[in-house]
C-alpha cells in the first residue's frame, strides 16, 4: 500500500516554464470519481495509467495511491468509457531547491487554471516556494481533477 503526501498551490505566473527540466501531455478520465475510490485512466505521452485512489485525510494532504502502467491503447479505449469531462493539461516538471514540482497547466473547460504539486516524505515537511507559487489550495476538493471534470475552473 503506497501513502500519497503532497500539497497543491495555484501557480500565479508563467515563471516557472522557464526553468522547466521536461514537459508532457496528459489526457485523463475517470472510471469512478467518488471520494472513497477514483478510478482514473490516462494518457501521458506515449504511455497508458490506471491509477486508483482512496479518500484523502482530515487535511487533504494524504491518500492511498496505486499506479500501474498499462498500454497506451487500452488506455485510450478505457478513456472512451470514462464519465463525462475528461482533463486535458500539460505537466510540467519543476526541480526547486531539492523537490520536484508538477506543474499542471488545464484547457478546455479548466482553461485559465494552472497548479501545482509537490510531494513530501511527511506531512509537516518544510518546503521553500518559488516565487511563482501562489495560495495553496491542499485539501480544497475543487482542485481535484476528480472535481474538475465534474465543475470546471471555467463554470467557477
Same mark, same amino acid.
Given at each position: 500500500?503506497?501513502?500519497?503526501?503532497?500539497? =497543491?498551490?495555484?501557480?500565479?505566473?508563467?515563471? /516557472? !516554464?522557464? #526553468? @522547466?527540466?521536461? $514537459?508532457?501531455?496528459? #489526457?485523463?478520465?475517470?472510471?469512478?470519481?467518488? %471520494?472513497?475510490? +477514483?478510478?482514473?485512466?490516462?494518457? !501521458?505521452?506515449?504511455? &497508458? /495509467?490506471?491509477?486508483?485512489?482512496?479518500? &484523502?485525510?482530515?487535511?487533504?494532504?494524504?491518500?492511498?495511491?496505486?499506479?500501474?502502467?498499462? %498500454?497506451?491503447?487500452?488506455?485510450?479505449?478505457?478513456? =472512451?468509457?470514462? *464519465?463525462?469531462?475528461?482533463?486535458? !493539461? +500539460?505537466?510540467?516538471?519543476?526541480?526547486?531547491?531539492?523537490?520536484? /514540482?508538477?506543474?499542471?497547466?488545464?484547457? $478546455?473547460?479548466?482553461?485559465?487554471?494552472?497548479? @501545482? *504539486?509537490?510531494?513530501?516524505?511527511? *506531512?509537516? $515537511? $518544510?518546503?521553500?516556494?518559488?516565487?511563482?507559487?501562489?495560495?495553496?489550495? +491542499?485539501?480544497?476538493?475543487?482542485?481535484?481533477?476528480?472535481?474538475?471534470? !465534474?465543475?470546471?475552473?471555467?463554470?467557477?
Amino acid at each position: 500500500m503506497a501513502q500519497e503526501i503532497e500539497r =497543491k498551490y495555484l501557480v500565479k505566473n508563467e515563471d /516557472f !516554464k522557464a #526553468i @522547466a527540466a521536461r $514537459q508532457v501531455r496528459i #489526457i485523463q478520465g475517470y472510471l469512478s470519481s467518488v %471520494p472513497e475510490r +477514483t478510478v482514473r485512466v490516462r494518457v !501521458k505521452g506515449d504511455k &497508458g /495509467f490506471l491509477t486508483i485512489k482512496g479518500i &484523502g485525510n482530515e487535511s487533504g494532504a494524504s491518500r492511498y495511491e496505486w499506479e500501474s502502467e498499462i %498500454p497506451v491503447a487500452e488506455a485510450q479505449d478505457l478513456l =472512451k468509457i470514462c *464519465e463525462p469531462g475528461v482533463i486535458d !493539461k +500539460t505537466r510540467y516538471l519543476v526541480e526547486y531547491e531539492g523537490h520536484i /514540482f508538477e506543474v499542471d497547466e488545464f484547457y $478546455q473547460s479548466n482553461e485559465g487554471l494552472v497548479v @501545482a *504539486e509537490v510531494e513530501l516524505q511527511s *506531512e509537516d $515537511q $518544510q518546503v521553500n516556494k518559488p516565487s511563482w507559487l501562489g495560495e495553496e489550495v +491542499t485539501g480544497d476538493a475543487r482542485y481535484y481533477n476528480s472535481m474538475l471534470m !465534474k465543475q470546471p475552473y471555467t463554470s467557477w
